[in-house]
């Protein structure tokens, strides 16, 4: 972040430093995104067009008002939540036994180094974000598990 007039010499300054160390930028994937605050206080996010848009960065997303997790992080944890539970209930069908929620919370709800609870809580202490603290809380994930556990149950059992 910068101040508008300097973006170019910023954007100079990091594509130089970048090549300094032999890596490649992929400019489809750069975005310069200018924040404006109005005269009723509310924030606005334009692109380098002048088009009102949104800045991703880190799994979220901001528009200079509202923050949230992109639409692509959330369903890429939904899938992942998706197949753990349809596993274990296969796993529960087969062998006759009880559909174990306690391993499908463990796995999702862990605080280690790679869980997406941790890579979530990290991005929200870097943007300093609630609301993207909020959407990583045990709570959260929790009733995402549950009304998963809710859909496939309905898929294999007929329930």
Do not use: P
Not at 26 to 51: P, R, V, Y
Not at 102 to 131: M, P, T, V
Request: charged letters at 35%; one cysteine or more.
């Amino acid at each position: 972040m910068c101040d508008t007039g300097h973006y170019i010499k910023v954007k100079e300054f990091i594509k130089s430093e970048i090549k300094n160390i032999e890596l490649i930028i992929q400019d489809e994937k750069t975005e310069i995104a200018t924040f404006f605050s109005k005269s009723d206080g509310t924030i606005m996010c334009l692109d380098e067009n002048g088009h009102q848009s949104t800045l991703k960065y880190l799994g979220a997303e901001t528009n200079g008002i509202m923050e949230k997790l992109r639409d692509k992080t959330l369903s890429k944890n939904d899938r992942k939540i998706f197949w753990q539970i349809q596993k274990e209930m296969r796993r529960a069908k087969k062998s006759k036994n009880n559909f174990s929620k306690r391993k499908i919370y463990r796995r999702f709800l862990h605080n280690e180094k790679q869980s997406f609870k941790s890579y979530g809580k990290k991005s929200a202490e870097i943007l300093e974000s609630d609301i993207l603290r909020k959407q990583f809380s045990d709570i959260n994930i929790v009733r995402i598990i549950r009304k998963k556990i809710k859909k496939i149950n309905q898929i294999f059992f007929n329930k």
